[in-house]
């Protein structure tokens, strides 16, 4: 691999297979073992439903689209829906998108899929299966490109499992002794974040696992195929995708000390690419609340990385 040096301005284009660093009158090679596999196209995914979960759409969905947008620099930006949000910032929004409506699919492989949850899980898939691209959850805000991550087949980032704590003098009694085991780690792979070129060996054989989707809304098996499915298949097929540190994705996380270090203290997490900002655990006291005053003069985590995007 070598550079030419050379006094006159150059500029840079990217194929699939290169990137190519010339000038007028003469071309300086710089080339990228890796070709780029992974198209840097965005998808988002709204209003499955018509009452949008009870979350219209927000400044904070708004910021989610703008980072990533700004940040990463898209061929497109597609968002995907069944019913059209509404209000101040979807206008706002609009311009940076290609608006693709959809059906929320109703079932799979004939298992019904009760929660709009699902259902969007399951569109999530099928977009990147045949367009390839990134797709974000729109409870996020970018930090930085996701541009370095394309040469990569599939990447998904892992999560953790949150800090078990007891809860009183019993269970603290229980813990001292052993009784009870403190179940930190990962607790599998988190479908918020995907990166997949088209028609990805890993996500269609994910895709095929939803022969056994049993879950029927929030009961023991809600993430089963969000999260625990992927990581099971990562361990079997570990060539066929790129699994991420869960500092680069999901974190920090969502009990009470994770939503305090991004919506109250101002903390620095370097290896982060974006932030899940954990929508479900948020909504009420953090996210709902956001105000464009807010973000530019209280100083959080969150309001620090936000305001540059406003």
């Not at 284009?13 to 780029?36: D, E, G």
């Not at 305090?260 to 900002?277: G, I, R, S, T």
């Amino acid at each position: 691999m070598s550079v030419r040096k050379c006094r006159r301005r150059w500029r840079l284009k990217q194929s699939n297979h290169c990137a190519l660093l010339f000038r007028t009158n003469r071309i300086v090679f710089y080339y990228i073992n890796t070709p780029i596999l992974i198209p840097n196209k965005l998808h988002f995914i709204f209003g499955m439903a018509s009452d949008f979960g009870g979350k219209p759409f927000s400044l904070s969905h708004y910021l989610a689209i703008q980072s990533a947008v700004t940040l990463n620099q898209p061929e497109v930006a597609f968002f995907h829906y069944q019913y059209e949000p509404v209000g101040e910032w979807w206008e706002k929004a609009k311009p940076l998108l290609a608006l693709n409506k959809v059906d929320a699919p109703k079932e799979i492989m004939g298992n019904k899929l009760y929660h709009v949850a699902h259902q969007a899980d399951v569109v999530r898939l099928q977009m990147l299966k045949e367009h390839g691209g990134i797709y974000l959850d729109l409870d996020t805000i970018s930090v930085r490109p996701l541009t370095p991550l394309l040469q990569n087949k599939f990447v998904v980032g892992k999560e953790l499992k949150v800090k078990w704590t007891p809860k009183n003098w019993r269970q603290r009694l229980k813990y001292k002794f052993g009784l009870i085991k403190n179940n930190d780690g990962e607790t599998g792979l988190c479908n918020a974040v995907l990166l997949s070129e088209k028609n990805s060996a890993f996500l269609n054989i994910w895709m095929e696992e939803y022969k056994y989707f049993r879950s029927k809304g929030r009961d023991k098996y809600w993430n089963e195929h969000s999260v625990q499915v992927p990581e099971r298949l990562a361990k079997e097929y570990p060539e066929l995708l790129t699994q991420i540190s869960p500092y680069a994705f999901h974190y920090p996380l969502y009990n009470d000390e994770g939503l305090k270090m991004m919506f109250e203290e101002v903390n620095d997490f370097p290896e982060a690419y974006l932030h899940h900002l954990w929508e479900s655990f948020s909504w009420n006291k953090y996210l709902s609340q956001l105000t464009p005053d807010k973000i530019k003069t209280e100083e959080t985590t969150y309001n620090q990385i936000a305001r540059k995007f406003l």
